[in-house]
């Protein structure tokens, strides 16, 4: 067998074939090819990803997880010595929203790479 090649692997549609094996937990591949070494793999993955990269370039969209709130929860109430009770409190807190930012084309751009390593005679295999 040729030189292995190490890449943490993601699920996508373009690699259906491997998602079984995936669903029962964390798996490692390893991109293999019989004739090609280690430099010739990096240049001809730079080569896909440079390519993918033209087809699908970044799209940034930030999206809110969750919105804001106002958090209200501090009362603090005791009984004096004289049978009046005392309560304290602090002012809200407004809590604001949380956001993300993820590229819209990174699940495009992947099978693009794995495409191109495939049409270039690589193939994935679990790591041993």
């Known amino acids: ?4 090649i190490s890449k943490n692997f993601k699920i996508s549609v373009g690699s259906l074939i491997l998602a079984a094996t995936v669903l029962s937990g964390c798996q490692r591949y390893e991109w293999v090819h019989p004739t090609k070494s ?12 440079e390519r993918a990269s033209r087809m699908y370039p ?53 099978q693009a790479v794995e495409s191109c390593l495939f049409s270039k005679g690589y193939e994935l295999v679990p790591a041993k």
């Open 58 to 110: 970044l799209a940034p969209v930030t999206t809110m997880e969750g919105g804001g709130y106002i958090y209200d929860d501090f009362r603090h109430c005791h009984r004096r010595f004289d049978g009046f009770g005392m309560c304290y409190s602090r002012p809200p807190v407004y809590v604001p929203p949380t956001y993300s930012t993820r590229d819209m084309n990174e699940t495009a751009r992947n």
């Open 38 to 49: 280690l430099e010739q793999f990096g240049r001809d993955k730079f080569t896909c990803e």
């Open 1 to 4: 067998m040729g030189n292995r």
